[in-house]
């Protein structure tokens, strides 16, 4: 893993080492980072999930919700579906939008490449299960330090340009330690308070079935019309980050 990323980083930095300098050079360095950023990519396909959903073919909204969890989607109803993509949404709205943009904030065009391959690696074998404990967790561990502050960073981002700030905020700082993930739960608990729904909860993995607790509880089960409103939260959100990103740079 560490290879990889070492590689990936090396790569990055020597482009950007003979990238042209002043204006030149930062639309070039745009144009080679915006394949990293997974936000438009991320909304077709929790939006995929929601107009079938609405249009109540389960059928087509299990074949959505297959290209974004990794749940059989057999064993899942129109609430659990919901859930499913809301907190794609919401963990994807860290990993695939925030963390790369903060990264290649900070570090440029190796940031942004090296956060990608340790997101990737992630993805490929940080699996715990017998096939991946040992081979993987170095690539898990890795990504659970990169996507530290961007998880955090995230949630609080929804939960503030949400209508419902407080109960949002108060939802995540409550509920998101309680996610198996040390991270996921901070975006997926900011959204489930936005929303008034409950996300996370019992599901079952590899025929398994788990006790996970609920994040917000108290809420509901999401229905489609929930999925569209948590799309405009991740707009929103990463609209606002995008803004303070170009704030500080200008500063």
């Given amino acids: ?47 995929a999930v929601a107009k079938p959903l609405e249009d109540g073919n389960t059928a087509a909204a299990r074949d959505a919700v297959a290209m974004i969890v990794g749940r059989n989607p057999e064993t899942l109803e129109a609430p659990a579906m919901a859930r499913a993509s809301l907190e794609s949404l919401a963990e994807n709205a860290s990993d695939g939008v925030v963390a790369p943009l903060l990264w290649g904030a900070v570090f440029g065009l190796p940031g942004i490449a090296g956060y990608k391959a340790v ?16 081979f993987g967790w170095a690539a898990a561990r890795i990504d659970d330090l990169a996507n530290w502050v961007p998880a955090r960073l995230t949630g609080a981002l929804i939960a503030a340009v949400s ?16 996610h198996r993930s040390p991270n996921a739960g901070w975006p997926e608990a900011a959204m489930a308070g936005a929303l008034a729904v409950r996300l996370s909860g019992p599901r079952v993995y590899d025929g398994v079935a788990t006790d996970d607790p ?38």
């Fill in 214 to 251: 609920w994040l917000n509880g108290v809420g509901g089960d999401p229905r489609p019309g929930d999925i569209w409103r948590g799309l405009r939260l991740f707009r929103r959100a990463t609209s606002l980050f995008g803004l303070l990103l170009l704030l500080a740079a200008l500063v």
């Fill in 119 to 134: 997101n990737t690696l992630d993805s490929m074998i940080g699996y715990r299960n017998e096939r991946y404990e040992e």
């Fill in 163 to 178: 209508r419902a700030r407080g109960t949002s905020f108060r939802t995540m700082l409550r509920d998101a330690r309680a």
């Fill in 1 to 47: 893993s560490v290879l990889v990323i070492g590689v990936t980083v090396a790569s990055a930095w020597a482009v950007s080492r003979v990238a042209p300098g002043g204006w030149t050079g930062i639309v070039l360095t745009g144009v080679l980072a915006w394949p990293f950023v997974a936000a438009r990519s991320l909304h077709e396909h929790v939006a």
